[in-house]
């Protein structure tokens, strides 16, 4: 069976490819995916693949049924770009002036895509159910995983599995890890308020932008003697924010940034100890302050069990090279809410261009994978998919 599965794969790698390079030039923002979706649900409609879209929004699940009863097995990819502009000089550069697929989603669909026209072709002689879940607005909380939840898409479903191409590491490596593998992601605002004035009369000021500088230095002393050592957290202030004239002394000032957590005990330890900081600074210079903390997706932590099966299941694709327990990664991802509901497992899949140098990172205006990454991909979760019917 895994012969027949593979041999199929990569006759339609050239199709994956031109699917991958088509969203590629048309990206799509989180929230913003009608035409993707649409493009998504097209394509099952064609081959005659039951389809349903508007899934909790913008999302879109298929459903292959094999010849004998047993297991469903759920596969997830997600659809959504981000707002940066693509920098590559590439023949599918993204047509769209802002947007670009920058961490992969375009490949992780071609690959879902594909995989489930094999995997229809072949159902006399599949055993169990087959979800295909293709999922919107990965990259912005609250995300689309959460509603397609809610909508219904895990009914029925006994174990989903998820990959993310990684460009950091070479094609041919598959990346595990039992329990969190993925961090939880919050984002926070603060914005404090002083008393402007003339740059010449300080004395006469709550200088807005001394407060929030000193803020940014105490917010660090949370994580390097605030957190047991031994536990993994991130605080991080991306954005600060003042505008005035050479010669004013700012009023107000603006802080944005995240924070990273494995632990639900840190995670919540963090967010109060961050108001007890805010709080205290901007009493010592007089000024006030409103604090928003806003809880994003939850750490991603995968299920010992289906963890060991998709071990064994990349050892049986020949093109894996490498097969490694993965660090804990402080990005976050959604797939953390379909892993509280069903059993599974999400993985990394090696996608590193080939002689890249420098190799671009995610989020990166001129990030790109190989794209032979995705094959690897589509055997291993299609392995892993058929095979988890031998298990009890």
């Not at 809410?337 to 497992?345: C, D, I």
Request: proline fraction near 5%.
């Amino acid at each position: 069976m895994l012969k027949h599965l593979f041999s199929k794969l990569e006759d339609y790698y050239d199709e994956m490819v031109t699917i991958r390079r088509f969203m590629h030039q048309h990206p799509e923002l989180s929230f913003q995916e009608f035409n993707t979706a649409q493009y998504i649900k097209k394509y099952y409609e064609k081959l005659g693949i039951e389809v349903k879209g508007n899934i909790g929004g913008n999302g879109v699940v298929a459903k292959v049924y094999g010849n004998t009863p047993g297991k469903t097995v759920a596969l997830r990819a997600d659809f959504d770009a981000l707002p940066i502009h693509d920098e590559k000089d590439v023949p599918y550069k993204s047509l769209i002036p802002g947007v670009m697929h920058a961490c992969g989603h375009d490949g992780h669909t071609a690959t879902l895509l594909i995989l489930a026209k094999v995997l229809n072709e072949l159902r006399a002689d599949l055993v169990g159910n087959y979800v295909f879940i293709h999922q919107h607005a990965e990259e912005y909380a609250p995300g689309g995983a959460i509603t397609m939840i809610e909508d219904s898409c895990l009914e029925g479903v006994d174990v989903i599995f998820g990959t993310h191409l990684w460009a950091s590491e070479p094609t041919g490596t598959i990346q595990y890890r039992t329990g969190p593998i993925m961090a939880a992601a919050d984002r926070f605002e603060i914005d404090i308020q002083g008393k402007g004035g003339h740059g010449a009369q300080p004395h006469k000021t709550k200088d807005a932008i001394v407060t929030a500088s000193q803020l940014v230095l105490n917010l660090q002393q949370i994580v390097s003697r605030k957190v047991n050592p031994v536990e993994s957290a991130v605080v991080t202030v991306g954005s600060f924010m003042s505008e005035n004239a050479f010669n004013v002394i700012a009023d107000k000032a603006k802080l944005v940034g995240t924070v990273r957590t494995f632990n639900d005990d840190v995670r919540q330890y963090i967010e109060e100890e961050m108001e007890r900081i805010i709080q205290g600074t901007c009493h010592l210079s007089g000024s006030t302050y409103t604090f928003l903390y806003e809880r994003g997706y939850p750490a991603v932590v995968n299920h010992a069990k289906e963890t060991e099966f998709l071990i064994a299941a990349a050892k049986e694709v020949p093109e894996v090279m490498n097969i490694e327990e993965s660090e804990p990664q402080m990005g976050g991802e959604d797939f953390s809410y379909y892993l509280k509901e069903v059993p599974g497992t999400f993985f990394f899949t090696g996608a590193k261009p080939p002689g890249a140098t420098p190799s671009y990172p995610h989020h990166h205006p001129k990030f790109d994978i190989d794209e032979n990454a995705m094959l690897i991909a589509a055997k291993t979760l299609g392995t892993a998919a058929i095979q988890i019917h031998s298990t009890k």
